[in-house]
Each structure stands twice: as C-alpha cells, then as structure tokens.
C-alpha cells in the first residue's frame, strides 16, 4: 500500500527530501567537473536521484549509491560527446561555471581525465577516503591513490608553468 509518506520504491518522502537538500549540489559539482558542463551536471544528479527514488527499498546507504551513479553516468556522458565531436560539426555551448574557482586552478583540473577529475574532487572537496572513493570509481584503492598521485603531479606541473 502506497501512502503519502513513502513512494513506490519504499522510500519514506522526508528521507528522500533531506539527502536532496543536503547532496544535490554537492553531487551536481561532483559532476561538473567530471563533465565540463553545468547543465549535463544537473541532468546527471537528477538522474542519479531518480534512479535511487526507483530502487528506494534496495538500497542501504544513499550517499555511496549516488556518487557510483554520478560517475557512471558522467562516464557514459563523456563517451557520448566524443562520439558525437567525431561525428558533428562544431557545436557550441555557453558555458556557466560555478562560483569561486581560480581560471589556472580550472585550467588545470580541465585537462586531467575525468576519472582523476572525479577522484580529486572527492579526495579533496569532498573529503573522502580512498576506499569510498574506489566504490564511486568502481575500481580498487590502490588504483585510487595512482589516479590521485598523477592528478596531483599535472596539476602541480601546469601551475608551475602557469
């Protein structure tokens, strides 16, 4: 039985309104920088909550579950665009950027792949250890601390040229 207080997938509405306030932006930037695009961020996270609304019942913890689905999805973005830049003409797309990064700094995260892209911005935004991080990824901590090292070693060296 369906009552106001919970949805479909077994999710009580108020738990589900809390985690959206509290991880939505956080999951929208997450995103962002993996994707370069404000607005296929926002796409992304909103999938990504839909996605957990319609598995409610099946899963145990929101946070880990929606990070996985924000990196796959920006995974899959990502390939997307290459495809479609090989095969389309120049396309452009204004680009609106949040507030309170440095152009260098931006500069810099932009030319790193988006998996060292997702892992800096957990690893230091986010504050998070390698072990959730590798959930997110999808990849084991090891791998983690190899994608953090060399992020860190080409942002280091682009701002030392900068």
């Known amino acids: 039985m369906v009552t106001d207080e919970t949805v479909p997938g077994g999710l009580d509405h108020e738990a589900f309104r809390s985690v959206y306030a509290a991880h939505y932006p956080t999951l929208v930037r997450l995103a962002y920088l993996t994707t370069g695009s404000l607005a296929a961020a ?42 479609e830049r090989r095969h389309a003409t120049e396309v452009t797309e204004p680009v609106r950027r949040p507030d309170g990064d440095t152009e260098a700094v931006r500069a810099a995260l932009h030319k790193l792949s988006h998996r060292q ?12 250890p390698e072990a959730q991080i590798a959930a997110a990824l999808g990849c084991r901590p090891g791998t983690v601390k190899s994608l953090l090292h060399r992020a860190l070693a080409a942002i280091k060296e682009d701002l030392d040229d900068a």
């Open 42 to 83: 926002e796409d992304v996270a909103q999938e990504a909550f839909i996605e957990w609304f319609r598995r409610g019942d099946q899963v145990r913890e929101p946070l880990p579950f929606l990070r996985r689905a924000v990196v796959s999805r920006c995974t899959s973005w990502v390939r997307r665009r290459r495809l």
């Open 117 to 128: 892209r997702a892992a800096v911005f957990m690893r230091f935004y986010l504050d998070l």
